[in-house]
């Protein structure tokens, strides 16, 4: 290749920083209706508010509880469905590929174009199976495309509470109320680390150059 080895790693590592960047971007809670003025009521009951893990560098007892430093939830509250569903969106994303990025260390699918003789570093699949590249792009703009009705339904104000796709094959969502909403903090708060985790990993591997743990 005529791009020099320094500069393909500067490229990689400012990409892994723009995309933790902008997943802190996504982390204001969301509500489906118009901002409470009452404290308890923050985003409109939407989970990810509650708190109260404590918050490092702020000093006193501040905690995470209706964290929304950049005030989404007032200046901007006909898009709070938007964000949240964009969050749900960029964490279920980020943690399939922490899933994705650590485990082709290990094992690989057939073909000699995947074999660890062909990509030695999971990091390099990128430059090297760019037809491949081609198909994960094919896929993810089909999959976004298809999901159009659903946003278009949520900004006409139908019923329906942002990131659900009513897919649930093998039935892990309970119908208890208490439950859900568990279940839905356990979901954003994974899909959150999971953000931060592939910007990290990513910067990790580019960096050092090593595989799994990406450690210099």
């Known amino acids: 290749s005529s791009i020099d080895q320094p500069l393909i790693v500067t490229m990689k590592s400012a990409l892994a920083l723009a995309a933790v960047i902008g997943s802190a971007a996504a982390f204001a809670p969301a509500q489906t209706g118009k901002v409470s003025a009452g404290l308890n009521a923050f985003a409109d009951g939407m989970v990810g508010g509650e708190g109260p893990e404590p918050m490092p560098f702020v000093g006193g007892s501040r905690t995470s509880k209706n964290f929304d430093p950049c005030g989404f ?22 943690m399939l590929a922490t899933v994705g990025f650590v485990v082709p260390e290990f094992v690989r699918i057939p073909g000699e174009q995947f074999s660890f003789d062909a990509v ?17 792009i094919l896929w993810i703009s089909l999959i976004e495309a298809m999901s159009f009705p659903a946003y278009a339904g949520m900004s006409q104000g139908y019923d329906r509470r942002p990131g659900d796709f009513s897919f649930d094959p093998l039935g892990f969502y309970p119908s208890d109320p208490e439950k859900q909403k568990k279940m839905q903090l356990a979901e954003l708060k994974n899909g959150r680390l999971a953000m931060i985790a592939i910007g990290g990993m990513v910067a990790g591997a580019s960096v050092t150059g090593h595989g799994f743990p990406y450690l210099p």
């Open 73 to 94: 939830a007032e200046r901007a509250p006909e898009w709070l469905p938007w964000f949240r569903e964009a969050e749900l969106k960029h964490g279920r994303a980020a």
């Open 120 to 136: 030695p570093k999971v990091i390099d699949a990128h430059d090297a199976l760019p037809d491949s590249m081609q198909q994960i």
